[in-house]
């Protein structure tokens, strides 16, 4: 059985991957950079064994999760934890933006993790028993200026993960989602984000939201929020309007 990880090339999805690894399980490895995931696969191999295995994969492309879903089951690797973790954001407002950019993004944040979801999950479900998890961001509690499409599609990762995870519950399949705050990681350089004032303060590292995630994931957790300030600033997002919501998000993260 194997632990499916997207996004294992850096940041989240890697130090994910470690957890993995180190908890001596066999796992698929999938991201566009194969040089990367095969250092990781050589890291990891080195130090935990276990079997690991690459796919070179781009969950922007339409059909991709398809192709990735057949790659894993012609080599015969049966899925019993699926991490949906690819995914990017892109700063700036939404009249300057590159619409192909933000339709890479919604391919990609909910398109292909929607994709992933079912393939894998209709076969967890015939097997009586599986676990997804997958990743959205405190930005899906609020409507986000400067970001307007990062935010709806983590917006719609998470609705979509609390919805299965009621349908499939008793079917065997837990379904979690993860809504990390701002983390040290690559996304910060692929969103374009150098302007803006939301990567300024002390954040969490990868590693911090992986141990935090994969506790509360094999905890059965359905919601994961990790660190108490992230906590604090969903609550407090549902507390006022959402006028009033979006008018802060923008303060927190437009141009210093
Ligand atoms: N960092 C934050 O502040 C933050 C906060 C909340 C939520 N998140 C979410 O956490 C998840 C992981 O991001 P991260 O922070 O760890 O950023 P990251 O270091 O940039 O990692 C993103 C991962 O997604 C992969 N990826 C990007 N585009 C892809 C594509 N088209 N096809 C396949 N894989 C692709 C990247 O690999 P390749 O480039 O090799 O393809 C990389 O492995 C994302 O869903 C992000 O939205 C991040």
Known sequence: MTVLITGASSGIGKSLAMKYAEAGENIALAARNVERLNQLKDELSQKYGGEITVFESDLSQEGAAQKLYQQLTEKGLKVHTLINNAGVGLFGEFHKTELVKEEAMIQLNITSLTALTKLFGKD?????????LNVASIAAYFPGPLMAVYYASKAY?????????????????????????????????????DESKLFKNKIMSAEEVANEAFEQFHKGKEEIIPGAMNRIQTRFGSLVSSKTAASIVRKTQERV
């Not at 967890?124 to 997804?132: A, H, K, L, S, W």
């Open 124 to 132: 967890m479900i015939q097997r009586g028993e599986g676990r997804i």
């Open 157 to 193: 990762v998470k609705s979509f993960s609390l919805a299965l995870s009621n349908e499939w519950r008793d079917l065997g399949v837990q379904v979690s989602v993860l809504c990390p705050g701002p983390t040290s990681t690559g996304f910060k350089d692929a969103a374009e984000l």
